[in-house]
């Protein structure tokens, strides 16, 4: 039987693992139709809990992209801006 010790290490094992970042897409400099194409491709192939790390530059991409995605249900677990670049993370759901 498993102590209380390794099953509380085993829950927070879990948790990093659950926030992995399984795609990453650098969008910097796309040209928007390629990127919202490939942006919806990876959406199809992920798994449930999977999550995509987006970076780019265009404010016109990321406004697009929020449109693209109304069909697939996603949470948004984190957000960053620099000014100059923004970096998005969707964790695919059920």
């Known amino acids: 039987m498993a102590s209380p010790l390794q099953i509380r290490n085993k829950n927070k094992l879990d948790q990093t ?12 400099e796309a040209i928007t139709p390629f ?5 919806t491709q990876a959406f199809r192939d ?5 999550i995509l790390e987006i970076v780019g530059d265009d404010p016109k991409t990321r406004r697009e992209m929020f449109k693209v995605l109304q069909t697939v249900n996603y949470t948004v677990v984190d957000t960053k801006e620099d000014g100059k670049y923004y970096c998005i993370c969707f964790k695919k759901e059920n």
């Open 35 to 39: 990127a919202l194409l490939k942006v």
């Open 17 to 28: 693992l659950e926030m992995k970042i399984m795609y990453k897409f650098d969008l910097r």
């Open 46 to 50: 992920m798994k449930p809990g999977d």
